[in-house]
C-alpha cells in the first residue's frame, strides 16, 4: 500500500511540474496580450497629446503587475530625463520590469518604441508599429502554449509514471 501511495505521488509530483511549466508559457502570452493594450491605450494618450508624466500615472493606475510596475518606475524615473534620455530611462524600466517573464525577442519592439517617443508623427508611427510586432508575439506565444504546454504536462507524467516504475 505504501509503494502504492509513493507511486501515485511521484506521478502527480510530475504531471504538477509539467503543469506549473505550461502555466508560465500561458502567463508569458497573456503578459504579452497586456502589454499590448498598453501600447493600444498609449497610442490613444500620444494622439490626444498627453503628457509623459500623465500618461505614466494613469498607466500605472489601469494595469497590475509587470505592466503596472513598469509605468511606474517610468514615471518615477522621469526626474532624471535630463542625465539620461527617454530611450534608456525606458529600457532600463522595460528590463527592470519584464526583463525575466519575456525573451529578448518579445522585449525588442517595446525596447524600440523607447528611443521613438517624443519625435512627434514617428511616435505614432513607431507605437502602431509596436502594437503590431506584439500582437504576433502573443499570437506565438499561445500557440506555442497550446502545443508545448501539452507536452510538458505529459512529460511530467511520463517521468514520474517512470520514477515510480522504477521505485516499485
Not at 528611443?115 to 504576433?136: D, M, P, V, Y
Not at 505529459?154 to 515510480?164: C, H, P, Q
Amino acid at each position: 500500500m505504501t509503494k502504492i501511495m509513493g507511486a501515485a505521488l511521484l506521478v502527480s509530483a510530475g504531471v504538477l511540474f509539467g503543469y506549473g511549466r505550461a502555466q508560465r508559457m500561458w502567463a508569458r502570452a497573456a503578459l504579452l496580450r497586456e502589454l499590448g493594450a498598453a501600447v493600444m491605450r498609449m497610442h490613444g494618450a500620444v494622439e490626444a497629446r498627453q503628457s509623459l508624466r500623465h500618461i505614466c500615472s494613469a498607466m500605472s493606475g489601469q494595469f497590475t503587475g509587470e505592466c503596472g510596475s513598469f509605468f511606474e518606475k517610468l514615471g518615477a524615473s522621469l526626474g532624471a530625463l535630463g542625465e539620461s534620455g527617454l530611450g534608456e530611462l525606458w529600457e532600463r524600466c522595460a528590463r527592470e520590469s519584464f526583463g525575466s517573464a519575456l525573451t529578448e525577442r518579445e522585449l525588442a519592439p517595446f525596447l524600440r518604441l523607447g528611443s521613438s517617443l517624443g519625435s512627434g508623427e514617428g511616435a505614432l508611427l513607431a507605437l502602431g508599429q509596436c502594437e503590431r510586432e506584439l500582437e504576433r508575439a502573443a499570437e506565438c506565444a499561445e500557440a506555442s502554449a497550446a502545443r508545448d504546454g501539452r507536452m510538458w504536462t505529459a512529460l511530467g507524467a511520463a517521468l514520474g509514471s517512470a520514477a515510480a516504475i522504477v521505485l516499485i
